[in-house]
């Protein structure tokens, strides 16, 4: 049949997609940075390790770019990922009261 190549050449296409949208989906990475020197956590999707040892990240809570000389990574999976996002930022620590 004529029109049966053009089908099956356009299924095998399709499949291809499908195949390259899973699999990408499959394979997002989800990680909690940790400054240690202020124990400031990050959460980001994507990290730029410098051969200096510095990273470069941006930060999914403030959208912020961040670039740390020291940190601590850990890969977390998605569920832990969103509910970082969705918390709420921690209070600050309070400040020691001066004596009158």
Request: hydrophobic share 40%.
């Amino acid at each position: 049949m004529p029109g049966s190549a053009f089908m099956s050449g356009r299924l095998l296409r399709s499949l291809a997609v499908a195949a390259v949208c899973s699999i990408s989906a499959g394979c997002a990475s989800y990680y909690q940075v940790i400054y240690p020197t202020t124990g400031a956590v990050f959460y980001t999707e994507q990290l730029d390790r410098q051969s200096s040892g510095s990273v470069i990240l941006k930060d999914a809570k403030t959208g912020e770019e961040v670039t740390l000389a020291s940190s601590a990574i850990r890969q977390i999976d998605k569920s832990e990922y969103e509910a970082a996002l969705a918390a709420p930022a921690p209070a600050p620590a309070a400040k020691p009261s001066s004596p009158k």
